[in-house]
Protein backbone atom coordinates (compact mmCIF):
# COMPACT_ATOMS: atom_id res chain seq x y z
CA UNK A 1 0.00 0.00 0.00
CA UNK A 2 1.32 3.74 -0.83
CA UNK A 3 2.70 5.08 2.00
CA UNK A 4 1.31 8.68 1.28
CA UNK A 5 -2.14 7.12 0.92
CA UNK A 6 -1.97 5.15 4.46
CA UNK A 7 -0.28 8.32 6.11
CA UNK A 8 -3.32 10.54 4.48
CA UNK A 9 -5.64 7.47 5.75
CA UNK A 10 -4.60 8.01 9.54
CA UNK A 11 -4.23 11.67 9.19
CA UNK A 12 -8.43 11.63 8.28
CA UNK A 13 -9.15 9.25 11.14
CA UNK A 14 -7.01 11.52 14.00
CA UNK A 15 -8.81 14.01 12.77
CA UNK A 16 -11.68 12.59 13.50
CA UNK A 17 -10.68 11.96 17.23
CA UNK A 18 -11.18 15.61 18.02
CA UNK A 19 -14.62 16.58 17.31
CA UNK A 20 -13.70 20.14 17.65
CA UNK A 21 -11.09 20.21 15.37
CA UNK A 22 -8.11 21.27 18.35
CA UNK A 23 -6.09 18.48 18.71
CA UNK A 24 -7.92 17.85 21.75
CA UNK A 25 -9.16 14.73 23.33
CA UNK A 26 -12.09 13.48 25.89
CA UNK A 27 -11.82 9.83 25.41
CA UNK A 28 -14.27 7.55 28.08
CA UNK A 29 -12.68 4.14 28.39
CA UNK A 30 -15.32 1.34 28.68
CA UNK A 31 -13.37 -1.66 28.64
CA UNK A 32 -13.77 -1.94 32.25
CA UNK A 33 -16.09 -4.94 31.34
CA UNK A 34 -13.22 -7.22 30.90
CA UNK A 35 -10.58 -5.85 33.02
CA UNK A 36 -13.58 -6.02 36.65
CA UNK A 37 -17.24 -6.58 35.66
CA UNK A 38 -20.25 -5.43 33.79
CA UNK A 39 -20.14 -1.08 33.34
CA UNK A 40 -23.75 -1.09 33.29
CA UNK A 41 -26.71 -3.65 32.89
CA UNK A 42 -26.54 -4.62 29.47
CA UNK A 43 -29.92 -2.92 28.59
CA UNK A 44 -28.41 0.39 29.57
CA UNK A 45 -25.84 0.02 27.31
CA UNK A 46 -27.05 1.98 24.80
CA UNK A 47 -28.51 4.82 26.95
CA UNK A 48 -25.22 5.33 28.45
CA UNK A 49 -23.55 5.50 24.92
CA UNK A 50 -26.17 8.25 23.89
CA UNK A 51 -25.40 10.08 27.28
CA UNK A 52 -21.46 9.92 26.26
CA UNK A 53 -22.39 11.52 22.87
CA UNK A 54 -24.67 13.80 24.26
CA UNK A 55 -22.18 15.36 26.27
CA UNK A 56 -19.58 15.88 23.61
CA UNK A 57 -17.36 12.81 24.34
CA UNK A 58 -14.74 12.74 21.67
CA UNK A 59 -14.28 8.94 22.02
CA UNK A 60 -15.01 6.07 23.88
CA UNK A 61 -12.83 3.10 23.92
CA UNK A 62 -14.26 -0.52 24.03
CA UNK A 63 -13.50 -4.08 22.92
CA UNK A 64 -14.08 -5.52 19.71
CA UNK A 65 -16.98 -8.13 20.75
CA UNK A 66 -18.42 -4.68 22.45
CA UNK A 67 -18.03 -2.90 19.40
CA UNK A 68 -20.50 -5.52 16.97
CA UNK A 69 -22.87 -5.06 19.88
CA UNK A 70 -23.78 -0.97 19.67
CA UNK A 71 -26.57 0.34 17.80
CA UNK A 72 -26.03 1.44 13.98
CA UNK A 73 -25.73 5.41 14.30
CA UNK A 74 -24.96 5.53 18.15
CA UNK A 75 -21.34 7.25 17.93
CA UNK A 76 -22.43 8.84 14.46
CA UNK A 77 -20.63 12.14 16.36
CA UNK A 78 -18.38 9.83 18.74
CA UNK A 79 -15.52 8.15 17.61
CA UNK A 80 -14.98 4.60 18.10
CA UNK A 81 -11.39 3.25 19.59
CA UNK A 82 -11.01 -0.25 19.96
CA UNK A 83 -9.08 -1.47 22.84
CA UNK A 84 -6.61 -4.67 21.93
CA UNK A 85 -5.38 -5.54 25.29
CA UNK A 86 -6.53 -7.43 28.46
CA UNK A 87 -6.20 -9.08 31.25
CA UNK A 88 -8.83 -9.41 34.47
CA UNK A 89 -8.65 -8.93 38.04
CA UNK A 90 -8.78 -12.32 38.84
CA UNK A 91 -5.47 -13.28 37.22
CA UNK A 92 -2.59 -13.94 38.96
CA UNK A 93 -0.10 -10.96 37.49
CA UNK A 94 -2.89 -8.24 37.32
CA UNK A 95 -0.42 -6.02 34.95
CA UNK A 96 0.40 -8.65 32.57
CA UNK A 97 -1.21 -7.46 29.45
CA UNK A 98 -1.81 -9.76 26.27
CA UNK A 99 -3.55 -8.58 22.86
CA UNK A 100 -6.96 -10.06 22.19
CA UNK A 101 -7.38 -8.38 19.10
CA UNK A 102 -5.40 -7.34 16.21
CA UNK A 103 -6.16 -3.73 13.64
CA UNK A 104 -7.21 -5.62 11.03
CA UNK A 105 -10.47 -6.46 12.73
CA UNK A 106 -10.69 -3.06 14.33
CA UNK A 107 -10.29 -1.95 10.22
CA UNK A 108 -13.68 -4.04 9.52
CA UNK A 109 -15.42 -2.73 13.15
CA UNK A 110 -15.01 0.49 11.32
CA UNK A 111 -12.83 1.86 14.48
CA UNK A 112 -11.14 5.55 14.03
CA UNK A 113 -8.07 4.45 16.37
CA UNK A 114 -7.22 1.78 18.48
CA UNK A 115 -5.13 1.21 21.98
CA UNK A 116 -2.93 -0.96 23.15
CA UNK A 117 -2.12 -0.96 27.05
CA UNK A 118 1.61 -1.69 28.23
CA UNK A 119 2.35 -1.60 31.89
CA UNK A 120 6.42 -0.30 32.38
CA UNK A 121 7.85 -2.32 35.31
CA UNK A 122 5.99 -5.40 35.27
CA UNK A 123 7.13 -8.72 35.22
CA UNK A 124 5.59 -9.11 31.34
CA UNK A 125 7.15 -5.28 30.38
CA UNK A 126 9.22 -7.23 27.15
CA UNK A 127 6.40 -8.93 25.30
CA UNK A 128 4.34 -6.18 26.17
CA UNK A 129 7.25 -3.75 24.18
CA UNK A 130 7.31 -5.77 21.36
CA UNK A 131 3.28 -6.10 21.60
CA UNK A 132 2.79 -2.65 21.31
CA UNK A 133 6.14 -2.10 18.22
CA UNK A 134 3.64 -5.23 15.87
CA UNK A 135 0.76 -3.25 16.50
CA UNK A 136 2.24 -0.28 15.54
CA UNK A 137 3.71 -2.07 12.19
CA UNK A 138 0.21 -2.82 11.74
CA UNK A 139 -0.98 0.33 12.11
CA UNK A 140 1.20 2.30 9.45
CA UNK A 141 -0.28 -0.58 6.78
CA UNK A 142 -3.30 0.31 7.47
CA UNK A 143 -3.69 4.04 8.29
CA UNK A 144 -5.01 3.27 11.80
CA UNK A 145 -4.16 6.36 14.83
CA UNK A 146 -2.52 4.26 17.46
CA UNK A 147 -3.04 5.61 21.23
CA UNK A 148 -0.61 3.43 24.13
CA UNK A 149 -2.02 3.59 27.41
CA UNK A 150 1.49 2.98 29.15
CA UNK A 151 1.50 3.08 32.98
CA UNK A 152 4.62 2.51 35.07
CA UNK A 153 3.13 -0.55 37.16
CA UNK A 154 4.47 -3.12 38.94
CA UNK A 155 6.63 -4.64 41.48
CA UNK A 156 9.46 -2.68 39.92
CA UNK A 157 8.23 0.45 40.54
CA UNK A 158 8.46 2.64 43.66
CA UNK A 159 6.30 6.02 42.50
CA UNK A 160 4.21 5.56 39.56
CA UNK A 161 3.30 9.86 39.67
CA UNK A 162 7.28 10.30 39.67
CA UNK A 163 7.57 13.33 36.62
CA UNK A 164 11.20 11.78 35.63
CA UNK A 165 9.51 8.08 34.83
CA UNK A 166 6.83 9.06 33.58
CA UNK A 167 8.37 11.61 30.97
CA UNK A 168 10.42 8.14 30.42
CA UNK A 169 7.24 5.88 29.76
CA UNK A 170 5.47 8.48 27.31
CA UNK A 171 8.99 8.68 25.53
CA UNK A 172 8.55 4.68 25.04
CA UNK A 173 5.13 4.94 23.27
CA UNK A 174 6.56 7.38 21.14
CA UNK A 175 9.68 5.51 20.01
CA UNK A 176 7.65 2.71 19.74
CA UNK A 177 4.92 4.19 17.40
CA UNK A 178 2.27 5.44 19.00
CA UNK A 179 0.27 8.81 17.73
CA UNK A 180 -1.52 9.60 21.06
CA UNK A 181 -0.11 8.24 24.90
CA UNK A 182 -1.88 8.23 27.79
CA UNK A 183 -0.50 7.91 31.12
CA UNK A 184 -0.89 8.76 34.71
CA UNK A 185 -0.87 12.00 36.04
CA UNK A 186 2.82 13.83 37.83
CA UNK A 187 2.32 14.43 41.30
CA UNK A 188 2.39 17.29 42.24
CA UNK A 189 0.03 18.21 38.94
CA UNK A 190 2.05 20.85 37.77
CA UNK A 191 4.67 18.69 37.28
CA UNK A 192 3.14 16.94 34.64
CA UNK A 193 4.14 20.31 32.37
CA UNK A 194 7.88 18.17 32.72
CA UNK A 195 5.94 15.20 30.81
CA UNK A 196 3.91 17.32 28.09
CA UNK A 197 7.09 18.89 27.42
CA UNK A 198 9.43 15.48 27.19
CA UNK A 199 6.98 14.13 24.50
CA UNK A 200 6.67 14.49 20.82
CA UNK A 201 3.35 12.84 20.84
CA UNK A 202 0.19 14.25 22.78
CA UNK A 203 -0.12 13.56 26.13
CA UNK A 204 -3.11 12.33 27.32
CA UNK A 205 -4.21 11.98 31.31
CA UNK A 206 -6.31 9.07 33.11
CA UNK A 207 -8.81 10.51 34.97
CA UNK A 208 -7.63 9.13 38.10
CA UNK A 209 -9.11 7.07 41.06
CA UNK A 210 -13.06 7.57 41.96
CA UNK A 211 -11.77 8.94 45.73
CA UNK A 212 -14.15 11.84 45.82
CA UNK A 213 -12.00 14.55 44.69
CA UNK A 214 -13.07 17.44 42.21
CA UNK A 215 -13.05 15.92 39.00
CA UNK A 216 -13.59 19.44 36.87
CA UNK A 217 -11.01 20.88 39.21
CA UNK A 218 -8.44 18.00 38.36
CA UNK A 219 -9.16 17.87 34.68
CA UNK A 220 -8.56 21.89 34.90
CA UNK A 221 -4.84 21.40 36.35
CA UNK A 222 -4.18 18.50 33.83
CA UNK A 223 -4.98 20.83 30.93
CA UNK A 224 -3.49 23.80 32.39
CA UNK A 225 -0.65 21.44 32.57
CA UNK A 226 -0.05 22.08 28.72
CA UNK A 227 -1.83 17.85 28.51
CA UNK A 228 -3.86 17.21 25.38
CA UNK A 229 -6.62 15.89 26.65
CA UNK A 230 -8.33 13.56 29.68
CA UNK A 231 -9.43 10.04 29.93
CA UNK A 232 -12.11 9.19 32.28
CA UNK A 233 -14.00 5.80 32.83
CA UNK A 234 -15.13 4.91 36.25
CA UNK A 235 -16.05 8.39 37.22
CA UNK A 236 -17.97 8.86 34.19
CA UNK A 237 -20.04 5.66 33.93
CA UNK A 238 -20.55 5.89 37.54
CA UNK A 239 -21.92 9.56 38.01
CA UNK A 240 -25.68 10.01 38.51
CA UNK A 241 -25.51 12.19 35.22
CA UNK A 242 -22.88 11.07 33.02
CA UNK A 243 -23.76 13.46 30.18
CA UNK A 244 -23.70 16.84 32.20
CA UNK A 245 -20.33 15.51 33.71
CA UNK A 246 -19.13 14.49 29.97
CA UNK A 247 -20.36 18.27 28.99
CA UNK A 248 -18.40 19.99 31.89
CA UNK A 249 -15.23 18.34 30.94
CA UNK A 250 -15.52 18.57 27.24
CA UNK A 251 -16.02 22.34 28.04
CA UNK A 252 -12.87 21.88 30.13
CA UNK A 253 -10.80 20.03 27.67
CA UNK A 254 -11.58 22.04 24.67
CA UNK A 255 -11.03 25.63 26.28
CA UNK A 256 -14.77 27.03 26.51
CA UNK A 257 -14.85 27.40 30.39
CA UNK A 258 -16.22 24.40 31.97
CA UNK A 259 -19.63 26.00 31.95
CA UNK A 260 -21.86 23.93 33.41
CA UNK A 261 -25.36 25.59 33.15
CA UNK A 262 -26.13 24.78 29.64
CA UNK A 263 -28.61 22.16 28.98
CA UNK A 264 -26.74 18.99 27.82
CA UNK A 265 -29.14 18.16 24.70
CA UNK A 266 -29.91 14.68 23.59
CA UNK A 267 -29.02 13.96 19.89
CA UNK A 268 -32.49 13.96 19.24
CA UNK A 269 -33.32 17.15 20.53
CA UNK A 270 -34.55 16.11 24.13
CA UNK A 271 -32.72 17.45 27.31
CA UNK A 272 -30.60 13.93 28.92
CA UNK A 273 -31.57 13.14 32.25
CA UNK A 274 -29.78 9.46 33.27
CA UNK A 275 -30.16 7.91 36.07
CA UNK A 276 -27.31 6.11 38.68
CA UNK A 277 -25.92 3.35 36.97
CA UNK A 278 -25.07 0.57 38.92
CA UNK A 279 -21.26 -0.82 38.53
CA UNK A 280 -18.28 -2.29 39.42
CA UNK A 281 -14.96 -0.17 39.34
CA UNK A 282 -12.35 -1.93 40.55
CA UNK A 283 -10.18 -1.44 38.28
CA UNK A 284 -8.35 1.15 36.70
CA UNK A 285 -9.55 4.36 34.75
Not at 2 to 16: A, E, G, N, V
Not at 80 to 85: A, I
Not at 244 to 260: C, N, Q
Amino acid sequence: MDHQITMSRKSFRLRRLSLAGDNKYLFVPLDHSVSDGPVVPAGQWDDLLRALVAGRADGVIVHKGRARTLAPGILKNCALVVHLSASTACASDVNAKVLVGDVEEAVRLGADAVSVHVNIGSDTEGQQLADLGAVARSCDTWGMPLIAMIYPRGPRIKNPHDPALLAHVVNVAADLGADLVKTSVALPIERTAEVVASSPIPVIVAGGPADGSDLIEYGTAVMASGCRGLAVGRRIFSDPSPASLVSRLSAVVHGDGGDDTKPVTHLKGKTEDMTQYPTIVAGAA
